[in-house]
């Protein structure tokens, strides 16, 4: 399942994890949000001990999606070492979101 992050611990959760890490940034009225949301808990199985899965409510966690510039939800952001490697901008099939996972590992 994936974990939700927010402005108090997102640099312990995502930059100092060790392994690589998919944010996604959402908002709970973001259709486009709600419909990536269960491709996101399939790839939080998928690659369960291999990835770190997480959310971040870009309501109530402001501070955060202005750090990485965050200005349209549904956006994933793929982490590795502690630096944003990839990303992508609204709603993706599962296949897309997989094959930039299979990169990161």
Known sequence: ????????????VVLKSDKPV??????????PCRMVAPVVEELSQDYDGKLLVTKVDVDS????????GIRN????????????VDKHVGAAPKAALSS??????
């Open 61 to 68: 966690s402001p501070g955060t999606a202005v750090k990485f």
């Open 1 to 12: 399942m994936a974990l939700e992050v927010n402005d108090t611990n997102f640099e312990e």
């Open 100 to 105: 930039k996972v299979d990169a990161l590992l």
């Open 73 to 84: 939800i549904p956006t994933i952001l793929f982490f590795k070492n502690g630096e944003v």
């Open 22 to 31: 998919l944010v996604d940034f959402w908002a709970e009225w973001c259709g």
